[in-house]
């Protein structure tokens, strides 16, 4: 950006130090080019009055034109307000201040007309609008001649006692617009790309997104800026990835050896499913490439993504190299610690466990044998990444539920090989919608098991209100007679712990009343408990000394419990649906039918009874993972990416795939056809990759 936008906030007419102060502390506007780029969130058509006497209760926000009658305070103290009365010759509206009720009495002038904007609210059948958007008419022509489009602008309370509400920004914002030229906003997308695209240049589409003539001209803004954001994101991770192939070499597995064949013809007692088939193969060419592989690898509860890690470790030893797997929690770790551990017994591997319960003595050992070679696969907490943790020769990481571990986490990882990175395989079992992964996830090489093991039935889910109680108490005898476990699972929600507590004690006492002893056991599981404890009541359920587990989501990610066939998750209308679905993978994993009821209230919000809906419609984790995009919006995943690659202030993941998908389709074209940004033509492209790039310095080769 030019000098004129380098230039201090406080410098703007209408600023000063106070407003700069508060500008730099509540929305980080530190320079006029920061308020250049802090875009209005919608826009308020100026060309609709409504006439007073059409208000209804459907309107939320209103704008209206009249003469103001009189003005005057109101109450004391804390109750001290400003109050006036606005008519049009239809009818008349309540306006009133709160705060700043002084100040704003010194502006107003009686008799005046005035074009007023806000949200309306009705007192003793009477409309009001408090602290309104209010601008004097000095004659009725004015409203014609004002914006179509007025935008508006995301404030605070602190900033609006400073005068700094939608009508200040707007006039902050037209003073610094109107003296911006050409050269203060330097083009970023080279000419081919504009022609190509049929795009508006930068210059034009920082004038027009703040103060458009027409719906028209906010289109072309908005398609011009969203565009540019979402390119060059893909661009970038689209370089980095080609980068990476150049120069980051990676250990090559020439061989499928003794322990591969093995495993794949005496030990797996299954038939590999097409996907998995596909996913190895992926695998495999990556391995044998010469380059690093930094694939990730997306697969449902259930889709057999440990069979194809387990396989890939294989491959890993039978070229003389080490493996490791690494897991958020230890419940998850040990859990594929015992998946894995009798089938590398059986195949002459030294197997490990490395969590941060593992002490001592026993510590010490794990480590020497470790940097000694004479441990083959390694499995643990994040206690594999800390620093006295050597391999010999470690090939291959794999790390579970990518989105739990850190970019400075995984870069540990590099530092545990030496001389080349090994190579790294991210697994998760969240399924990941498509404009996500192509927009977090746009520098890795992305293998999805998108088919279900033969055998595996989907789960049965069902929703019941409260009145069904006792159906679904006989529903879990049925299951109990025959031999089968029940879990059932109550909402944890931080804020409101100690209620949900309560709710989920209530409901263990209620449960011991339908189910007691000694006929039936019940274990207990929370969050709240020390870990010994949570894991020696899992432990019971395990064992099946427990018939019925009583738990908080703790259990999301938690044991394998085949023999558990029946889940009733109570008030499921307070859980997301990635967690519904992460939930209801708990059960269905031994082969035989299983079933999932969801208890709600009979009064359900409408996106709640989406959320069932969804739930009882589909067992496809993939199909349920857009369905909550399309909800909630990236949310929590955008806490997958954490090196600083995707900062939208415009373009919407759920609401622009098109332009993401247009997007990244050029972003390869042009990588593909010169992979250094080395042409002339692409000098602009270059430059801003730069530019943005120094804000995630560091990171930018890490998978």
């Known amino acids: 950006m030019s000098k004129l936008l380098d230039t201090p906030i406080e410098y703007l007419k209408g600023v000063g130090p106070a407003k700069g102060k508060a500008l730099r502390k509540d929305l980080g506007i530190n320079t006029l080019g920061d308020l250049v780029e802090y875009f209005p969130f919608r826009y308020i058509d100026k060309t609709i009055i409504l006439p007073i006497n059409q208000i209804t209760d459907a309107h939320q926000e209103v704008q209206v ?8 305070h ?85 900033l609006r006692k400073k005068r700094l509400d939608g009508n200040g920004f707007r006039r902050l914002t037209k003073t610094l617009i109107s003296q911006i030229k050409p050269p203060d906003i330097p083009e970023t997308l080279p000419p081919y790309l504009l022609e190509k695209t049929r795009l508006i240049s930068r210059f034009e589409a920082i004038k027009k997104i703040h103060f458009p003539a027409s719906a028209k001209e906010k289109e072309q803004a908005l398609n011009r800026l969203k565009f540019e954001e979402l390119f060059f ?34 030990i797996l007692s299954f038939e590999l499913t097409g996907a998995q088939k596909r996913v190895l193969k992926e695998i495999r060419a990556d391995l044998k490439s010469g380059r690093q592989m930094n694939r990730l690898l997306q697969g449902d509860v259930g889709s057999g993504k440990t069979v194809v890690a387990l396989m890939s470790i294989l491959m890993a030893i039978d070229n003389g190299f080490q493996a490791c797997m690494i897991a958020p929690t230890e419940i998850l770790a040990m859990q594929h610690f015992l998946g894995i551990e009798e089938e590398a017994r059986q195949l002459g591997l030294q197997i490990a466990f490395l969590a941060g319960s593992v002490k001592g003595k026993k510590r010490a050992k794990i480590l020497e044998a470790l940097a000694l070679g004479q441990i083959d696969i390694l499995i643990g907490t994040h206690a594999v990444l800390e620093e006295p943790v050597i391999f010999k020769n470690l090939g ?98 931080e804020e ?12 263990y006492d209620l449960l011991s009343n339908e189910f007691p002893r000694p006929e039936y056991e019940i274990s207990v599981v929370h969050g709240k408990m020390k870990t010994k404890d949570k894991d020696y009541e899992m432990q019971r359920f395990v064992e099946k000394k427990t018939q019925i587990m009583v738990a908080t989501t703790v259990i999301e990610v938690g044991v394998n419990v085949p023999n558990a066939t029946l889940m009733i998750i109570e008030n499921a209308n307070r859980f997301g649906l990635s967690q519904l679905h992460q939930l209801r993978g708990r059960v269905g994993r031994g082969g035989g039918h299983s079933m999932c009821i969801l208890m709600t209230g009979f009064k359900l919000s409408n996106e709640a009874k989406f959320r069932i809906k969804t739930m009882t419609e589909t067992n496809d984790g993939f199909v349920i993972a857009e369905a909550d995009l399309k909800l909630r919006g990236p949310g929590d995943m955008e806490g997958t990416r954490q090196s600083g690659d995707l900062n939208l202030k415009l373009a919407s993941l759920v609401e622009d795939e098109k332009i993401l998908a247009f997007a990244r389709k050029l972003a390869i074209l042009i990588i593909e056809k010169d992979p250094k940004l080395e042409h002339p033509e692409n000098a602009l492209l270059r430059k801003h990759i730069q530019t943005i790039g120094r804000k995630a310095l560091g990171w930018s080769h890490i998978s």
């Not at 034109?65 to 005057?72: H, I, T, V």
């Not at 108490?473 to 029940?486: P, S, T």
């Not at 409101?496 to 409901?507: A, I, S, W």
Request: net charge positive.
């Open 233 to 266: 994101a893909q661009l970038r991770a689209i370089h980095r990835k080609y980068k990476n192939y150049r120069e980051i070499p990676g250990y090559r597995f020439d061989i499928i050896g003794d322990k591969f064949n093995q495993y794949f013809n005496d």
């Open 496 to 507: 409101n712990e100690d209620l949900d507590l309560q709710n989920l004690q209530r409901g």
């Open 396 to 493: 291959l990481a794999i790390t579970d539920e990518q989105h739990r571990f850190g970019v400075e986490q995984r870069s540990k990882l590099w530092r545990k090989s030496k001389p080349n990175p090994p190579h790294i395989l991210v697994m998760t079992a969240t399924p990941i919608p498509r404009t996500l992964s192509m927009a977090f996830y746009g520098d890795l090489d992305v293998s999805k098991i998108d088919e279900m093991p033969p055998g595996r039935q989907p789960v049965e889910t069902l929703h019941f209100s409260e009145s069904k109680r006792l159906r679904v108490y006989g529903i879990m005898r049925e299951e109990i007679a025959k031999g089968r476990q029940v879990y059932v699972v109550f909402p944890m929600i």
């Open 74 to 158: 109101e109450g004391v103290g804390r109750a001290k307000r400003l109050s006036a009365i606005l008519h049009d010759g239809t009818g008349s509206l309540d306006l009133v201040w709160f705060q700043g009720a002084s100040r704003v009495a010194n502006v107003l002038e009686q008799g005046k007309t005035y074009l007023v904007y806000g949200r309306l609210q009705k007192f003793r059948n009477r409309y009001s609008i408090a602290h309104p958007e209010i601008e004097l008419l000095s004659n009725l022509a004015d409203a014609s001649t004002l914006s179509t489009l007025a935008p508006v602008y995301s404030s605070t309370d602190s």
């Open 65 to 72: 034109k009249g003469k103001l009658l009189r003005f005057s």
